[in-house]
């Protein structure tokens, strides 16, 4: 298994400031990615986090309003830039973790940074 | 395209009655599903996965789902609710597309429970 820990844990931002989240992970990882989960709906992947590359980011998500770091194999940032009310979000890291003999991915989760944004 | 489609986002039971959630999944190739539940407040935990080993897959908390590939269907159930169990459930696929890995999730669904 992996355990994740994420900061802050939750957090009231201003309109138009920028808030970084911290991933981390207790063991080595080959992916994580970063999910956004808006008030009442599924999880959406914003991108997946390259170590040692630029993020890979989905339809929809661009760097300049979501810049992600991951200077090693066990950390990311995310940061969500220029905040309105719309970012009101949870942002849920997510790592990928190979089973040696298994064919399927495991992909566990952190508990979440809760974003208000006023 | 693969992808997963939950029917219903909100379902009541009570107490000790039969849990039964749906999941239906779209797939080109034999699929990886998974079920994970969501508690207020808290990040998402895997209740349990199917991987081609055996089509009934047996979870944490007294849930199973089976995998019926005649109905593309992947059901989450679980014969007696218990209070604990409201939560949101989200069924997922995983995919690997140019060799690029990434889960689909379903829209989820809220289970509530009576007393």
């Known amino acids: 298994s992996a355990v994740i820990s994420q900061k802050p844990s939750r957090d009231i931002c201003q309109r138009g400031t920028s808030l970084t989240i911290q991933c981390q992970v207790d063991?080595?990882?080959?992916?994580m990615f970063w999910y956004r989960q808006q008030p009442g709906q599924s999880l959406t992947l914003i991108a997946t986090?390259?170590?040692?590359?630029?993020?890979?980011?989905e339809s929809g998500f661009v760097i300049d309003k979501f810049p992600i770091s991951r200077p090693n194999l066990t950390f990311s940032t995310l940061t969500v830039s220029n905040m309105s009310p719309e970012d009101s979000s949870i942002y849920l890291c997510?790592?990928?973790?190979?089973?040696?003999?298994?064919?399927?991915?495991?992909?566990?989760f952190g508990p979440g940074t809760r974003l208000t944004v006023l | 395209a693969q992808s997963v489609t939950q029917l219903g986002s909100h379902v009541s039971v009570s107490e000790g009655a039969l849990v039964l959630l749906r999941c239906n999944y779209s797939?080109?190739?034999?699929?990886?599903l998974f079920w994970y539940v969501q508690y207020p407040n808290q990040g998402l935990q895997l209740l349990l996965k199917?991987?081609?080993?055996?089509?009934l897959v047996k979870g944490i908390n007294g849930f199973e789902a089976e995998f019926k590939k005649s109905e593309t269907s992947f059901h989450l159930t679980k014969p007696s609710a218990h209070m604990s169990d409201a939560a949101e459930y989200f069924c997922?696929?995983?995919?690997?597309?140019?060799?690029?890995?990434?889960?689909?999730f379903g829209t989820g669904t809220r289970l509530k429970v009576l007393a």
């Open positions: 199917y991987t081609s080993a055996a089509t």
């Open positions: 997922a696929v995983s995919v690997t597309t140019s060799g690029t890995y990434k889960y689909i």
């Open positions: 986090a390259n170590q040692g590359s630029e993020a890979t980011y």
């Open positions: 797939s080109s190739v034999p699929p990886y």
């Open positions: 063991s080595q990882v080959t992916m």
């Open positions: 997510s790592v990928y973790k190979v089973t040696p003999g298994l064919a399927y991915n495991e992909q566990f």
